[in-house]
């Protein structure tokens, strides 16, 4: 089942050729259905929620709280209001870290980071400790890049007061053992902060099942508008938490002296929100949903092992973590014996085939894997086999080009 035809932007032209989209653990592109959503929202329903009482204002409102019950459903959160909408899972990250991290972690106290996470869920942890003096430590994976459990019963101990982790590395496409996390994690009396940005757009995500303290994501990683996104957090930590951002619509009551906060999410929702986006970010959750998710993984991993079984027939190209296809979603990254990775993303793009080359935001990572780039390719339901045999080809191509191979 081919699902191109509803993404416009799939059609285009690059340097001469059908453009081959695997760029989309950085961003996916958008469907019909999203794009319909956000120009029907600002053509009939734009206004500001929470601020009139006329019936545009209204639908309005309707729309901003009908999304957030979307994200509530897709998350699985036991009710809406542990859904706060964000730009992005960056800001989602920063709001937990400041908020919750800021307050509730203290001098001698200890959080505890994968070496492969993302800068997002690395940088604002490494200022939280840094103001808090508390102690930053990393769990760090085996040679097949998987973390296993000894390795993360050790490094969370009594001390530990916050655990941050991606569901799946945007690195190494490998899926982490979150319920050995979370057991531990909460054996000790921490709460566990999830990064979803790269298992989202691949698999059920339900927090509840996971039993994790907080889940963050970002819309443009599901086929929704940039600048949309979400934080899950259990509710009676959102309530004991401090606002991350003041201004209007967050306010219970203002003095000239003395303000009160409204309960969680508006609490944490400062300002004009991005209605016309979060339209959006419904609009793909449905989209997702009306294709399944047994047919989006079944299609996906078809995917993923095809590449992976035809990346191995070339000795130059270096795979990093486990090289098989299971319990790895959407990613892989790689390099092809001493070529540049900017190199290898120049040639592919010159035949029509958009990669990702760079550290990735997860320099840590590249430093423990000893090297300092990579190229990435990057799966999303609308991809075909097709897809992945230009992209082998290619390979092919940047052999030729720099003398490896014919």
Known sequence: MSLMSDFPILGADENGKRLVYLDNAATTQHPLQVLDAVRNYYTCDN?????????????ATDIHEQARATVARFLNASRPEEIIFTQNTTEALNLVASSYGMKYVGEGDEIVISVSEHHSNLVPWQRVAGARKAKLKYLYPGEDGRYTGEAINEIITEKTKVVAIAQVSNVL????????????????GA??????AQSTPHMKVDVQAL???FAAFSGHKIYAPMGTGALYGRYD?????PPYMSGGDMINQVHEYKTTFAKPPRKFEA??????????????????ESIGWETIESTEDRLMKLALDGMREFPEVKIYGDDSSAGRKGVISFNIGDVHPHDVASIMDANGVAIRAGHHCAQPLMDFLKINSCCRVSFAL??????????????????????LGS
């Open 47 to 59: 206004a500001n929620p929470h601020r009139g009482v006329y019936e545009l204002a209204r639908k």
């Open 173 to 188: 496409g490998l899926v982490n053992p979150i319920d050995k996390v979370v057991r531990r994690a909460h054996e000790v």
């Open 191 to 196: 709460v566990v902060v999830l990064d979803c």
């Open 211 to 213: 039993d994790v303290d």
């Open 237 to 241: 930590l959102l309530e004991k938490m």
């Open 271 to 288: 300002g004009t929100r991005n209605v016309g986006g979060e339209a959006g970010l419904a609009a793909a959750i449905d989209y997702i």
């Open 382 to 403: 609308y991809n075909t086999e097709d897809d992945v045999k230009i992209f082998l080809d290619s390979i092919m191509k940047v052999r030729s080009w720099m003398g």
